[in-house]
């Protein structure tokens, strides 16, 4: 049924919530984890920083390896195959779209709401994720203490 499932993730409690789910399903179906971190390169991100944009970029950049280390590193654990991928983009679901789409994916597993938190649901990456993608995606709800 699934062959390749992806994952994008922020690092916040939903997206590894996400992860974990993605992980039992890939388990119970035999598929592989295409683990995907965006770096926001938009202008609401970069504008309003006191700091240079090489160095923002760099600790987005880190922060976006450990995020999908954590799950990755979760998915072995469970015996499950991972790849990771960094990409940069000004609209975070096109990025993860586009990233689905080169890797061939069959199934988009995300959180509900991510890092920047409950106030962006009505447009959330997630919905704009569900409304761009060809590939089924599986928006996986918050826990209780998120």
Do not use: C, W
């Amino acid at each position: 049924m699934y062959d390749v499932i992806l994952v994008p993730t922020d690092g916040s409690n939903a997206a590894r919530r996400a992860g974990t789910y993605a992980i039992d399903l890939a388990t119970e179906t035999g598929a592989s984890l295409h683990v995907v971190y965006v770096v926001d390169e938009s202008a609401a991100t970069l504008l309003f920083s006191s700091q240079k944009l090489s160095d923002m970029l760099k600790a987005f950049t880190e922060a976006g390896e450990q995020a999908v280390g954590e799950i990755a590193d979760a998915a072995q654990e469970a015996g499950v195959e991972a790849t990771t991928e960094i990409v940069r983009g000004i609209h975070i679901n096109e990025a993860i779209v586009s990233a689905a789409e080169r890797a061939d994916v069959d199934l988009i597993v995300m959180g509900t709401y991510g890092a920047r938190g409950i106030e962006q649901l009505l447009g959330s990456t997630t919905t704009r994720v569900l409304s761009h993608s060809h590939i089924p995606v599986l928006a996986v709800p918050a826990g209780e203490t998120e």
